[in-house]
Structures are given as C-alpha cells and as structure tokens.
C-alpha cells in the first residue's frame, strides 16, 4: 500500500506541476515556465508512475485472494510482494526511456507528454513535426494504451477468478 500510495503521489505531484513544465512560448498555454527538460521529466514520470496505480489497486485484489487462500500465513505469500513490485515499472520505465530518448515527450493539451511538436502537426501535412509524430511512437503508444487497459481489466476479474 505504501508503494502505491508513493506512486500516487509522485502522479498527482506531476498533475499538479501542469503546464509550469511546459517551455515558455508555448502556444496557448496558460503558466509556461519551464524548458523541454522539465516538460521530458513530467512527463516521464507520468508514464512511468500513471499506470503503477492501477496496477498496484489490482495487486491489491491478487494478494487478497491468495491471503485468503492461505489462511492469512504471510509466509507462505510474501514472495510474491517482490514480484508486484518488479511489475508495477517492468513495462513503463523502458518506454518512457524510449520516449524520452525519441523526444516524443513533449506540450500536450493540460500536461506533457508523448505527443507531436508541434501539437497537431501529425494531421496537417503543411507544418513539419519538429519532435514526436513518428510513427513508431504512435505504435509504442497504442501499445501502452493496451498494458494500461490490461491492468485495469483484465487483471482485478482473473484475480477474483483464482
């Protein structure tokens, strides 16, 4: 519950930053005041720690069931806490390295993210993507988008079910 509870934190933390982390001059954002290199870590963070907390909130729900299963022993389930917290980063810290190290991190609408720079230069063929907007960002995106939904319900019923 404490990891949990940490990455909640450092997610809400994040939210709270919003558009302070974005660079200056952004257009049309309100409260610009940072460079890219706050924009990239706000948003690294995000990827990394936004889909922890669902994940450790389904954890939640598996631990529960095998606490029942074995009469509340801890010994005989505490080496499975090793492994939940080994899979609340195994997915997203290496693609938010990749995002990071592709500059797809970038302004998006409230917050940073992955996303085009300039916001919107994907569907319009007359202004040139300076960073983001490839296409195997998008894949990479799509793909996180599928993790993100697998922890959200595919997890908690196939623990209930154990």
């Known amino acids: 519950i404490l990891a949990m509870n940490i990455c909640v934190v450092t997610v809400a933390a994040a ?35 936004y889909p922890a907390v669902p994940y450790y909130y389904a954890s939640l729900s598996i631990v529960s069931c095998v606490a029942v299963k074995n009469s509340f022993m801890e010994k005989n389930y505490r080496h499975i806490e090793k492994w939940i917290h080994l899979g609340a980063i195994i997915f997203s810290l290496p693609i938010a390295i990749l995002f990071a ?21 994907v569907e319009d ?7 983001g907007g490839d296409s195997l960002t998008s894949a990479i995106e799509t793909m996180y988008s599928w993790v993100l939904m697998a922890i959200l319900f595919v997890i908690p019923p196939a623990a209930l079910l154990y």
């Open 15 to 49: 939210d709270f930053v919003g558009t302070w982390a974005m660079p200056v001059g952004t257009p049309y954002r309100l409260g610009a005041a940072g460079n890219q290199t706050t924009c990239t870590t706000q948003g690294f963070v995000r990827i990394v720690f």
């Open 125 to 131: 063929p007359n202004v040139p993507c300076e960073r």
């Open 101 to 121: 190290a592709r500059n797809s991190i970038n302004p998006n609408i409230t917050i940073c993210f992955v996303a085009e720079y300039p916001f919107g230069c």
